[in-house]
């Protein structure tokens, strides 16, 4: 899936109302290995937030955890 994030110098952030997205990332979900995966192609890692969001959710939709 896309995913829309903020480029702020050498940060990457989750956009908000004041700060819109910027820049576009992949984001893979393998449900069967409970991983995830994240491509930005210009090598920056993914915001904390959305990884901290997204395994809060997976964890509670498939009762385990994602890394």
Do not use: K
Not at 6 to 20: A, F, H, I
Not at 27 to 49: C, R, S
């Amino acid at each position: 899936m896309a995913v829309a994030v903020r480029m702020n110098g050498s940060n990457t952030l989750l956009p908000d109302s004041e700060n819109v997205s910027n820049h576009w990332c992949g984001l893979a979900v393998d449900i069967d290995n409970h991983t995830l995966q994240y491509a930005d192609p210009l090598g920056h890692p993914p915001p904390p937030e959305l990884i901290e969001i997204l395994r809060w959710w997976l964890g509670f939709m498939f009762s385990q955890s994602f890394s």
